[in-house]
Antibody, heavy 122, light 107 residues
């Protein structure tokens, strides 16, 4: 199993960024997928999740209405579109795989990427 | 929302010693919804325990989880050099939250 995030960088407040997570080594379209973020030196915060076919999404309150999670199962890729970015969105963003290929998801994570750093600053 | 409070913030121990990490919840929930992760500097988190007491694949049996209701514990029976890291508990019931972490450092 491999998860490789990309798309992070320095962005001004109010800007937009799209993160990608390329998945390999497993049947991507069988698993719920998640984004989790971590301010460097701080704790983990769950951001969003999407079910296996992309029809069901959920967001943390702090990002609802600004972030959109999506997936392309043909490309084995997970995305996070981040709009109206704020300084408090600065963090390392991890994609994570739900631990079992069940239709309802279990919401704990057995594989994580290495993360991509998003810095929101003027 | 379930708030998880981990204690202590830092645990200073020597290799071979026993580590006991606490995770206390703001409200009671089924133990099936509690996981533990290990995070080392510069690495992604690693799943250790799910359902409060079930070891994930490949996790050594020196790691054990117990607890119910609002009080959960991760125990490392005898610390190996590679166990010095930060540990997080996670609730994954009708929401998903993490505790603030406990750092296990070498004394």
């Amino acid at each position: 199993v491999q998860l490789v995030e990309s798309g992070g960088g320095l962005i001004q407040p109010g800007g937009s960024l799209r993160l990608s997570c390329a998945a390999s080594g497993f049947t991507f379209n069988s698993f719920w997928m998640h984004w989790v973020r971590q301010v460097p030196g701080k704790g983990l915060v769950w951001v969003s999740r999407i079910n296996s076919d992309g029809s069901n999404t959920t967001y943390a309150g702090s990002v609802k209405g600004r972030f959109t999670i999506s997936r392309d199962n043909a490309k084995n890729t997970l995305y996070l579109q981040m709009n109206s970015l704020r300084a408090e969105d600065t963090a390392v963003y991890y994609c994570a795989r739900d631990a079992t290929p069940l239709w309802y998801g279990v919401n704990y994570f057995d594989n994580w990427g290495q993360g991509t750093l998003v810095t929101v600053s003027s | 929302e379930v708030v998880l409070t981990q204690s202590p913030g830092t645990l200073s121990l020597s290799p071979g010693e026993r580590a006991t990490l606490s995770c206390r919840a703001s409200q009671s929930f089924s133990s099936r919804y509690l996981a533990w992760y290990q995070e080392k500097l510069g690495q992604a988190p690693r799943l250790l325990i799910y359902g409060a007491s079930n070891r994930a694949t490949g996790i050594p049996d020196r790691f054990s989880g117990t607890g119910s209701g609002t009080d959960f514990t991760l125990t490392i029976s005898s610390l190996e050099p590679e166990d010095f890291a930060v540990y997080y508990c996670q609730y994954y019931g009708n929401s998903i939250t993490f505790g603030g972490g406990t750092k296990v450092e070498i004394k």
